[in-house]
Structure formats: structure tokens, C-alpha cells
């Protein structure tokens, strides 16, 4: 089945955050995040995929009959963002962007400032998510979580991970729990003693954590240096530092 001309303009305005904001749409695209989109509680509009892809799977898609269909490689490697996506684009709606509150079973969440790189953010989504942890917070100036690179780079991690955009300095002024702040010149990450419930906060590579929000931060730490690169790119970053605090928790 072709994909109508109506429905290619759309999905392709979807490439734009200005469109992504106006339709309150977004995509998610590639055989695997599909297939993760599948099992979520994200409301989907429209499924596109190959015929193989759609035989793989014909079971998780038994409940979307009303909005699957099935395209050809060439259609969807033109519609798609990716470099290489022959196998399938969702149209999907985008949820609200509700105040994440911390509960008692909330051991650590995770808060960004000023992250503007999409794909790290995706990858800091997909590294939350391997270290079982359910919560970002995200500084207004922070990457968009519906850019396609943020989806794609989570690979399907988005669905299980909820993010949202605050104003950082009240969410830490308003949640009375350990912060810990990632600096050069913080305790050693292996021998820091973390507590049991925090936020870990990480700023940007270029500027570092907003000064405003230094006077929140209970515990600065850093990731020793032992070689001569300038720095650590921020996801890579945030798993060093999340695996020594799920290793090392009280």
C-alpha cells in the first residue's frame, strides 16, 4: 500500500520541532523502537511498515489492525530522518508535560542542565533505563525528548523512562533530597559515599552546572582523570558516574 502524498508531507513536517509542536506529534522509526513503541502507553496514530517486518511481528501488531500499513522500503527511506530506515516510521502523540514528583521508592533521578545535544540525551535516556532508573528532569534549555535524534538514540528506552521540562532551580528547591553535582573538581566517584535516595545533576560539557543551581548541590563529585582528553562526553559521563553510585548506594 503507497503512503498517500497527505500523509508523506506530514510525516515529513514531523523532521521540524515547529511541526512536531503544533500537531503534537512525533515519530519513532527503525524495526526495533517500533516493536518497544508497541508494548508502551503512548497513544499511536498510524503504523508504517515493510511486509516482513509486519510478518516478524504479526502477533504485536494483531491489536493495531485499524492503523497498520504496510510500505515499501523506497517510501520509507525517503520519509525517514535516519540514514538507514527500510523498515518502518510511527506516527505517535505526544504526552503532556506533567511535574515529575519524587517518591519514597524514587532511589536516584536523573537532572540535566542545559543538554542540548539530542542524541546524548537520548543515550542518557537509554543509560537511565539500563540502571533501572525511571525519572529525568530536564532544564527548559535542555534538548527536545521528541527530536528524532532523541528517540532514535534512546533505541525504544524513551517508552520506559518519563522526562520532563522544569524550571531546575525550584524542582531543587522544592525536593528536600541529597543533589549531587558532577564537577572537576568533586570527591572521587569510587570513593564518594552516596546516599541512598538523590538526584544526580549534569550539567553541559561547554558550561558545566549553572552557577544558580550550585547553591543546591549537598555533594560535588568527579570522575578522575588518568589521561590527557579535555573532557568526557556527558552520557558517557552519567553511566561512569551511575554505575559507582548503584555499586556503591548505602
Not at 140 to 154: D, G, L
Amino acid at each position: 500500500m503507497s503512503i498517500s502524498k497527505n500523509t508523506g508531507k506530514l510525516i515529513k513536517s514531523l523532521h521540524l520541532k515547529k511541526y512536531r509542536k503544533e500537531e503534537g506529534l512525533f515519530l519513532v522509526e527503525g524495526e526495533k523502537s517500533i516493536i518497544e513503541l508497541l508494548e508502551s502507553d503512548f497513544e499511536i496514530i498510524n503504523i508504517y511498515v515493510t511486509r516482513d517486518v509486519f510478518e516478524n511481528y504479526r502477533e504485536s501488531f494483531r491489536k493495531f489492525d485499524e492503523i497498520i500499513h504496510i510500505s515499501d522500503t523506497e517510501e520509507l527511506t525517503k520519509l525517514s530522518t535516519l540514514e538507514y530506515n527500510d523498515t518502518g516510521i510511527a506516527v505517535v502523540k505526544q504526552k503532556e508535560n506533567i511535574e515529575i514528583s519524587i517518591e519514597e521508592d524514587d532511589e536516584l533521578i536523573v537532572a540535566l542542565d542545559d543538554i542540548r545535544d539530542p542524541g546524548n540525551l537520548g543515550t542518557i535516556i537509554r543509560t537511565c533505563d539500563w540502571y533501572g532508573i525511571k525519572k529525568i528532569v530536564c532544564s527548559e534549555t535542555t534538548a527536545e525528548f521528541y527530536n528524532n535524534k532523541t528517540i532514535s538514540a534512546s533505541m525504544g528506552s524513551f517508552t520506559r523512562v518519563e522526562v520532563c521540562y522544569t524550571d531546575l532551580s525550584n524542582f531543587l528547591q522544592n525536593n528536600k533530597i541529597p543533589v549531587l553535582g558532577a564537577y572537576l573538581d568533586g570527591v572521587d566517584v569510587h570513593t564518594f559515599k552516596y546516599p541512598k535516595q538523590a538526584i544526580l545533576l549534569m550539567g553541559s560539557e561547554s558550561n558545566g552546572i549553572n552557577k544558580e543551581l550550585e547553591k543546591y548541590v549537598t555533594g560535588k563529585i568527579t570522575i578522575p582523570k588518568y589521561g590527557n582528553a579535555e573532557s568526557l562526553n556527558v552520557s558517557m559521563a552519567t553511566g561512569i558516574i551511575l554505575d559507582n553510585l548503584k555499586r556503591n548506594s548505602k
